[in-house]
C-alpha cells in the first residue's frame, strides 16, 4: 500500500479564483510527479521534481506552478483558475530506478 | 477540460477467460517496465513490474513478457475476473533517470 495522499479529492471552484492542490508522502521518495488525465484518456506529465528544491515542466505545458521545499510535500498551485483546467490531477512519487506510486487523485471543476 | 490525445483501445473478455493486454515501446534504453491498472475515478495501482534482464515475471494471477528484441511488453491475466475492469497502463524508463513514460493505456471489460 503506497502512502501518498492528495486533497483535496474533488474540488469544484468559480472561474479566477486561485487553488492549491495538495500532495504528500510519507515514504521519503525523492522524486514526486504531477500528471493531468481527461476521463478515459491518457497521462501527461506536467510537472516533476527528483529532490528538494529541483522543480522541471513536464511533457505538457500546464499554467500551474509548484514547489518543492520539503522532501514529502510537492503542492501544485493555480494562480487564477479557468475551465479549461477542469480534469484530474494525480500525483506520484518515486524512489530513485524504483517503483512509482500514485495518490488518489483530485478531481477539479472549474466553473 | 480540454481533452488531449486519443481514446483509449479496449479489449473485452468473459469471466474465466485468460486475459492479454499488450504494449509496445520504442526506446531499447528503458531498463525497467511497469503495469498499473487504474479503475474509475481512481489512481493508478502498481500491478506487476520487470526489469531488463529478465524477459518473465509472475504474480499473483498475472504474468509480465518483456520481448526485447521487438520492444514488445504484455501483462496476462489469468481467470479473468469482473474486478479486473479497468484501464490499464504500461511505463518505462525510456533511458530517464527522473520520469517514467506511459504508453496509451487499454480499457479491459469483463463480461459476467
Known amino acids: 500500500e503506497a502512502d501518498i495522499y492528495q486533497t483535496p479529492r474533488y474540488l469544484v471552484i468559480g472561474t479566477g479564483k486561485k487553488i492549491t492542490l495538495e500532495c504528500s508522502q510519507t515514504m521519503g521518495h525523492d522524486k514526486m510527479y504531477w500528471y493531468q488525465q481527461d476521463p478515459g484518456m491518457e497521462l501527461h506529465l506536467i510537472h516533476y521534481s527528483y529532490g528538494v528544491n529541483s522543480t522541471e515542466k513536464g511533457d505538457l505545458s500546464s499554467e500551474s506552478t509548484v514547489s518543492r521545499i520539503r522532501t514529502e510535500h510537492f503542492p501544485l498551485t493555480l494562480e487564477s483558475a479557468r475551465p479549461s483546467h477542469t480534469s484530474q490531477y494525480l500525483c506520484a512519487s518515486r524512489s530513485g530506478q524504483e517503483t512509482q506510486y500514485f495518490g488518489p487523485g483530485t478531481r477539479l471543476l472549474v466553473l | 477540460g480540454e481533452s488531449v490525445g486519443l481514446h483509449l483501445p479496449t479489449l473485452s473478455v468473459q469471466e474465466g477467460d485468460n486475459s492479454i493486454i499488450n504494449c509496445a515501446y520504442s526506446?531499447?534504453?528503458?531498463?525497467?517496465f511497469i503495469w498499473y491498472k487504474q479503475e474509475s475515478g481512481k489512481g493508478p495501482q502498481f500491478i506487476i513490474d520487470i526489469r531488463s534482464n529478465m524477459d518473465k515475471r509472475q504474480g499473483q494471477r498475472v504474468t509480465v513478457l518483456l520481448n526485447k528484441t521487438v520492444k514488445h511488453l504484455s501483462l496476462q491475466i489469468a481467470a479473468t475476473q469482473p474486478g479486473d475492469s479497468a484501464v490499464y497502463f504500461c511505463a518505462e524508463t525510456g533511458g530517464s533517470n527522473y520520469k517514467l513514460t506511459f504508453g496509451k493505456g487499454t480499457l479491459l471489460t469483463v463480461n459476467p
Open positions: 526506446n531499447s534504453a528503458s531498463d525497467y
